[in-house]
């Protein structure tokens, strides 16, 4: 299985994103070795990697965290315990 990051060029929350997610795969005991970095570089590419803004933790080519919201070359915030 693959684990791929996907961001956009200037994401303040690139590094944090990766860091967290190799932090994730290593308590799963997963090969973090196979964690890659996808840069999305225009609105097609978003449209056809179904990417819904950037961070975007995705394994095997499944985005983690499903949105409802139309592909696009933007943010994305995720809902915590506080909102």
């Given at each position: 299985?693959?684990?791929?990051?996907?961001?956009?060029?200037?994401?303040?929350?690139?590094?944090?994103?990766?860091?967290?997610?190799?932090?994730?795969?290593?308590?799963?005991?997963?090969?973090?070795?196979?964690?890659t970095v996808r840069?999305?570089?225009?609105?097609?590419?978003?449209?056809?990697?179904?990417?819904?803004?950037?961070?975007?933790?995705?394994?095997d080519g499944w985005?983690?965290?499903?949105?409802?919201?139309?592909?696009?070359?933007?943010?994305?915030?995720?809902?915590?315990?506080?909102g």
């Amino acid at each position: 299985m693959g684990y791929e990051l996907r961001t956009i060029r200037g994401c303040p929350n690139s590094g944090p994103a990766l860091e967290l997610f190799r932090q994730a795969l290593a308590a799963e005991g997963k090969d973090t070795g196979r964690l890659t970095v996808r840069e999305v570089t225009s609105e097609d590419e978003a449209e056809t990697l179904r990417f819904h803004g950037s961070p975007s933790f995705i394994a095997d080519g499944w985005d983690l965290f499903p949105a409802e919201s139309a592909p696009a070359l933007s943010c994305r915030l995720y809902r915590s315990g506080t909102g």
